[in-house]
């Protein structure tokens, strides 16, 4: 990833609305819907262990890198402005929606 902490928080953000949207539409292209069998909670799972790798990456791999360069308080400040703008980002969008329904 990127030293620009808002491009992090962006891109965690983009993989986000891909798998939701794919969670959402993906079913809907499906017809007849698929039975029920072991192969549903193997995708959960295996969905759940993507993402939260997809995101460690997005999250520490620079600050771990900066850390082990030796700067340990540039990787503490960049790996929390990331997730402050990961934050600012989440709230915009909670806002938006929340004007929306009204």
């Known amino acids: 990833m990127t030293k620009n902490p808002i ?4 891109m ?12 959402f539409y993906g079913p809907k292209l499906i017809e007849p819907s698929p039975k029920e069998t072991v192969i549903i ?5 295996s969905l759940f262990t993507l993402s939260a790798a997809v995101m460690g990456y997005l999250f520490f791999y ?3 890198q900066i850390y082990f360069e030796g700067d340990k308080k540039r990787a503490v400040k960049l790996f929390l402005q990331t997730v402050l703008a990961f934050a600012i980002i989440t709230a ?6 929340y004007i929306l329904a009204l």
Request: hydrophobic share 75%.
């Open 7 to 10: 491009i992090n928080a962006l």
């Open 12 to 23: 965690a953000t983009l993989y986000i609305v891909v798998v939701a949207s794919v969670m």
């Open 41 to 45: 909670p193997i995708m959960v799972i």
């Open 62 to 64: 620079q600050p771990f």
């Open 92 to 97: 915009l969008i909670l806002i938006k929606f």
